[in-house]
């Protein structure tokens, strides 16, 4: 064994000095330094391994640089790297590790959630024996990085196929080469999965994300708990929350302007025709806010409502606007729900936090007259990791609650 190599800020990295108020960022704890707090990359190749000082040359660490996102800089340690592939493997390892010890009752699940594995830039997912991945930075998107991706999963899960789902709008935004989604080993590009012992159809190189919502999973199941009666599981793509909430319910309806996601979600029920015996999902072709309106005006009744919209909020500036969305789903949600139904709402918007979340459904209970009592205010998925001084890496909120 060759002796290992000392730590020391000695490789042969170029450095980016980081003007004072990106140095605090990362004293603070974050990962990310924006490109206005640079002081001076002069002459850095885009995608590089970089060490990061302070304005007087103090080293904070080692990151990714990025040429053209407005996160410029996204450390991978707070220490020097001798060997950067030999810290990806290690990384790779150790978020596998993590979901070996986390995740139970299911097959498919994020494996490596970027910026919270110390990975940023790389989100990988399972589907049974097939993974998904995504790259969304230019240092990651090196070829040697790409092969050592590939061959530490191949290696580790032997899955039967590794396909990427590329963004195209974000590799537009990494000012990297367009590129089609596509297999990187294998050839299988369909299988089923199973989660909660709910089983779903996956089409790796179709629907939106890469595939399915893993990081309701956990909510699924807690939803499943209290659902009862009639139940409207409204935003509900390929069925996630009706297809578990269907044993408990009498009825249950899903709701999406997506038809390929309903074709989808109606395959999914005929999968778990035993589970659900007789009971028939009903599957609603309709934009949602116009559905609700309806149904609300014309005095509809449910004892369970399921709100999943998409991310409303994409920015800070959309916050307002997004907030207003949110409250008029859940006013309409909580005028449609009889006495002691239960509302199970959700947001993905990352800008809107948890507070704000519980404040807009407080406006919405007065406004309907309702009193709203919390069972649980739960977030995403334990594969879905929060790194506590990354606040991105917290964006989904699902309150479950009562209505009087
Ligand atoms: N609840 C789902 C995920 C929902 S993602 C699950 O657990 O799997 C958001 C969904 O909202 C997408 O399927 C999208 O097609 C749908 N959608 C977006 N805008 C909509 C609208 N105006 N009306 C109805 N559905 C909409």
Redesign the pocket.
Known sequence: MPPAQPASYTASYPTIKLAPRGASRLKDGHVWVYRSDIAAADGVPPGSVVIVTDHRGKPLGTALYSSSSQIAVRLISPEPVADFEKLLRERIAEALAYRKKMVHDTDAYRLVFSEADFLPGLIVDRYNDIVSLQILTQALDAENVRTLVVEELSRHLQPAAIVERVDPRVRELENLPPRDSGLLLGEKKSTTFTMNAVKFQFDALEG?KTG??LD?REN?YAAAHYAKGDAL?????????ALHLAPRCSHITG????RP?LEVADQNAALNRPRLGDKEIEWIE????DLMKDYSSSNRRYDTI?L???AFAKSKRDLDAALRGYKELNLRALKMLNPGGILVTCSCSYHISQPDFLNMLAAAALDAHRSLRLIEVRGQSKDHPVLLNVPETAYLKCVIAIAS
Not at 233 to 239: L, M
Not at 255 to 258: E, G, I, K, Q
């Open positions: 939106q399915a919502f309701q699924y599981d409204v935003f509900c793509y390929q069925g996630g929350f709701v999406d302007s997506s996601a309709a934009n949602a806010f399921v999943d919209p998409p």
